[in-house]
Each structure stands twice: as structure tokens, then as C-alpha cells.
């Protein structure tokens, strides 16, 4: 139920009016500025903040002044004042001369899509890892943005937009937050190292990585939880997971899979923070499989869907093998056909029905578990035939005088990365 404006004020909580801008660049993007209106309206309410109206604006370009012109920001500070608003959630990121102009001008907090979403970032960190991720991400914004953030900054209590590094010095100490920025990166390199020699101890022992990607909200926390019993946070909210989760994955033929969620993207995702982050989404890159998890009900899915493409390309992992994950089949009010774009490579699911589940496994492992090979290894090196376990399934053992004949079910990535030594006693048959 919708609060009233005396229950919000109580309750502490901002009201905000939503601003959008529609230029010739966005036109011709083909983006659907109304769709990205009620995701900004979404991460808003993510954020705590009630949303209580949204302007449009249409022009070629965006005004340097006061980036929707100056005509229309006094429309804007009239709305706000009939409706009581404290807040402009703008759609776009803004410059700082921008942002001190319209604070000028509407006497409201000024908050941008990008700021809006270091803001969720800040208050869903968890981890160290998180933390310092989210305040690099929130410092490299801020830094040029300085001359434009004086009233913002100076509104203690802050709620939205001021969630995170020290406010009172932000606006006269730039000297402060390049030395911090310097600080967080060579802590965040301690970190990533500490990361990386985690993967290399799992790959050493032939563990197979699987990464769950996909836009905010697809539903991966809970696909999680479901084929791993994992006791993870899994909400309907945008960004209700920050921190990576890595969980093992027992596969229909008993070979166990590592399995990790990671943070969901968004269309205009901010660059600061893909950087920010690139350690931990480097999971998706380091994995042997991507499931691109995609919110089948959703009317953008196939926006949504390319703007995960765009940025696992971005990250490096544009060429992974993948199976899309079409979740929540569930929620759809017809089961149309279009659901089932990407083939053989996908897969329509539930994450609540336990069948959809099973199938689910038995596809990871069609994926992973490639090619029958058969080795004849000498009976005296068991390190081999243990080797043959990890890297495959072990269909079947025959003994042959002095070797052992296995028969394995292999990915060839796994052989490539952990099991080149089996490789010499491979036997191939001749017809």
C-alpha cells in the first residue's frame, strides 16, 4: 500500500520525482526510455527513497546548464513543490556543473542514475572486498563532480547519495580522496591477489568453475540456493546480491562442480564500477561455464539479455561457453515460443520446481562432462587413474595385464588445463 506523504515524512524515508531525458542519441540507440524510467523508478525504491511522480523531457541534446534547460527545471521545481518533493532522481548520469546548477534552481538533493546505484552498492556491501569496491567506485565518481556536490554533501543525515565515505571532507579535501583512491586500489590488489590464489588452487585440483550471470534480479540467488541447498539472501529487489558466493554443486553423476553467483548487471551500468569490481566478476571470466540466467517474464528481456552480452565482452568472457537460463517460466502468462531463442544452448526453468531443477543439473553436466576417451595407464602409476577420476567420469575399469583401461566421459577444457598428462596413454581406435 502506498504511503502517504505524512506516514513517509514520519518514517523518515525521501520522496523523490523522477527525471528523465530523451535525446536524438537515445532515439536512434532504439532504447526504451519509459522501460528505463520504471527501472530508475525500481532502484529508487531499492534505495529506500518513495517515488512520487516522473517528468519527460525530449530534446536533441542534453543543455549543458541545466541538462533538461532551464524552462523545464522550473517546471520541475514547481511539481516538486505541489507534491512535497525532497529529491530529483535523474535517469542520466550528470556533470557536477549540472548538478550545482539544478540544485540552485530546484532547491531539491540532486541525485544521478550512477550515484543512485553506488548508493545501493554502498548499502548491500558486506564483505571487505565489497566495501572497498563500493567507496573506490563512489570516489572516482565524485572526485570531478566536487564543484557540484556542496549542498549535497552538506545534508547530514544524508539518506540517499551520501551512503559511504566521509561527507564533511569530500567537498574542500581532494588531496584526501586521491590518497584514499591510491589506498583502496593497493588493498584491493592484496585482495584480488588473495582471489586469484584461490582459483589456482581449485583449478590445481581440477575443480570445474560454473558462474551464474545475468541482469539484476533474473533470479540467480535463487537458482543458488535451489541446486546447492546454499544459505544465501535470495529477494525480489534489484542488486540483492553485491558479494560473489561460491558453492559446490553435486551433478547427477556425482562429480561436484564449484558454483558462484555473482553481482547482477544493468543496463548503463556505471564504469567506475565495472572497474571496481572487475576482480570479482572475473569469475565469470575464469569460469569453464557461464549460465546466463534471464528473467523470462520480463518485457525487456531481450534488451536485458544483450546488455549482459555487452558486458561479459567487456570483461573478456564474450566467447565462454554458455547456457542461457530462461527463470521464472513460472510468471509468464502465455509460454511463448520466443523464450526458447539460443537452442539447443538453452533452457526454460522454474527455480521453485524441483523437475526443472533436475533437468537444469543434467544440462550443466552435458556441458561439462564432454567426450568419451579411453586410457591405457601402467598399473603402477595410481596417481594417473586419480588424475583420470578429477578431470572426467569414469565410466568403466578393465584391467590389462600390467594397465589399467578406463573409460572417460572428459571436457576438453578440463584436459587442457589439468589433464595434459593423461594424454600420452589416450588409445585410439582404428576401424
Do not use: C, W
Not at 126 to 149: F, H, N
Not at 255 to 262: E, I, P
Amino acid at each position: 500500500m502506498r504511503q502517504s506523504a505524512y506516514e513517509t515524512e514520519a518514517a523518515g524515508l525521501e520522496r523523490a520525482l523522477l527525471v528523465s531525458l530523451v535525446t536524438d542519441e537515445v532515439k536512434r540507440s532504439g532504447a526504451d526510455p519509459e522501460h528505463s524510467l520504471e527501472e530508475l523508478a525500481s532502484l529508487a525504491e531499492t534505495a529506500g527513497v518513495e517515488v512520487i511522480g516522473s517528468v519527460m523531457q525530449n530534446l536533441d541534446s542534453p543543455d549543458n546548464k541545466y541538462y533538461v534547460g532551464k524552462g523545464k527545471a522550473q517546471e520541475i521545481r514547481d511539481i516538486a513543490l505541489r507534491d512535497g518533493a525532497t529529491t530529483a532522481i535523474f535517469d542520466q548520469e550528470l556533470t557536477g556543473t549540472q548538478v550545482r546548477n539544478l540544485e540552485e534552481t530546484l532547491d531539491l538533493k540532486i541525485i544521478d542514475r550512477t550515484q543512485l546505484i553506488l548508493d545501493i552498492f554502498a548499502g548491500r556491501a558486506k564483505t571487505r572486498e565489497g566495501i572497498l569496491q563500493v567507496e573506490l567506485a563512489q570516489l572516482t565518481y565524485l572526485l570531478p563532480r566536487l564543484s557540484g556536490q556542496g549542498k549535497n554533501l552538506s545534508r547530514l543525515g544524508g539518506g540517499i547519495g551520501t551512503r559511504g565515505p566521509g561527507e564533511t571532507k569530500l567537498e574542500t579535501d581532494r588531496r584526501h580522496i586521491r590518497r584514499r583512491i591510491t589506498e583502496l586500489k593497493r588493498q584491493l590488489e592484496a585482495v584480488t591477489a588473495h582471489r586469484n590464489l584461490h582459483r589456482e588452487r581449485r583449478r590445481k585440483v581440477g575443480a570445474v568453475q560454473v558462474a551464474l550471470v545475468g541482469y539484476t534480479n533474473a533470479g540467480k540467488s535463487s537458482l543458488l540456493r535451489q541446486l546447492t541447498d546454499a544459505d544465501v539472501l535470495a529477494e525480489n529487489k534489484l542488486f540483492a546480491t553485491l558479494d560473489p558466493t561460491s558453492r559446490s554443486l553435486e551433478l547427477p553423476s556425482g562429480k561436484t562442480v564449484v558454483l558462484t553467483d555473482t553481482v547482477g548487471f544493468i543496463q548503463n551500468l556505471p564504469h567506475d564500477l565495472v572497474a571496481a569490481f572487475r576482480a570479482t566478476l572475473e569469475e565469470a571470466a575464469q569460469a569453464d561455464l557461464l549460465l546466463h540466467v534471464v528473467d523470462s517474464s520480463s518485457p525487456m528481456r531481450e534488451r536485458q539479455m544483450a546488455v549482459v552480452e555487452d558486458v561479459l565482452r567487456e570483461l573478456g568472457a564474450g566467447g565462454k561457453p554458455t547456457l542461457t537460463v530462461f527463470n521464472k517460466i513460472d510468471l509468464l502468462v502465455e509460454q511463448s515460443e520466443r523464450v526458447l531463442i539460443g537452442g539447443a544452448d538453452a533452457i526454460r526453468v522454474s527455480a521453485f520446481d524441483s523437475e526443472d531443477m533436475a533437468r537444469l543439473r543434467a544440462s550443466i553436466e552435458d556441458r561439462i562432462l564432454g567426450e568419451m576417451a579411453t586410457f591405457r595407464i601402467p598399473a603402477s602409476r595410481g596417481d594417473l587413474a586419480s588424475l583420470a577420476y578429477r578431470v572426467g567420469e569414469v565410466t568403466g575399469q578393465e584391467t590389462d595385464e600390467e594397465h589399467l583401461l578406463l573409460s572417460v566421459r572428459l571436457n576438453p577444457a578440463d584436459m587442457e588445463r589439468s589433464g595434459r598428462e593423461l594424454e600420452e596413454y589416450r588409445v585410439f581406435y582404428t576401424q
